[in-house]
């Protein structure tokens, strides 16, 4: 099994700036990807961004320049830091990682979501 646990959500004004940690647990060694998707209401969750196993990024283009992902092997840990907030990106932001399982099924695990409200 594998637990995620988000902190680093919050309100914040337009221009401002949030870090989201995301700290990974259990069976976490054989993943493909970690990173984040988003939800705001009334729409379908997107991803934000992503990183591998290998250390290869991706971002949505709407955060590109502002969101930057990275990754800390030792603590099992994600971050996005996010840079010159808008209100489009208030969302519940969610931390997903991509795994195989023993049986080489792709299994995706998600954490409970955090928070992120931009005031304009």
């Known amino acids: 099994q594998v637990q995620l646990v988000e902190s680093g959500g919050g309100l914040v004004q337009a221009g401002g700036s949030l870090r989201l940690s995301c700290a990974a647990s259990?069976?976490?060694?054989?993943?493909?990807?970690i990173g984040w998707y988003r939800q705001a209401p009334g729409n379908e969750r997107e991803l934000v961004a992503g990183v591998s196993s290998g250390g290869s990024t991706n971002y949505a283009d709407s955060v590109k320049g502002r969101f930057t992902i990275s990754r800390d092997n030792a603590k099992n840990t994600v971050y996005l830091q996010m840079n010159s907030l808008t209100p489009e990106d208030t969302a519940v932001y969610y931390c997903f990682l991509e795994r195989l399982s023993d049986y080489g099924l792709l299994l995706v695990h998600w954490g409970q979501g955090t928070q992120v409200t931009v005031s304009s």
């Open positions: 259990g069976s976490t060694f054989s993943f493909n990807a």
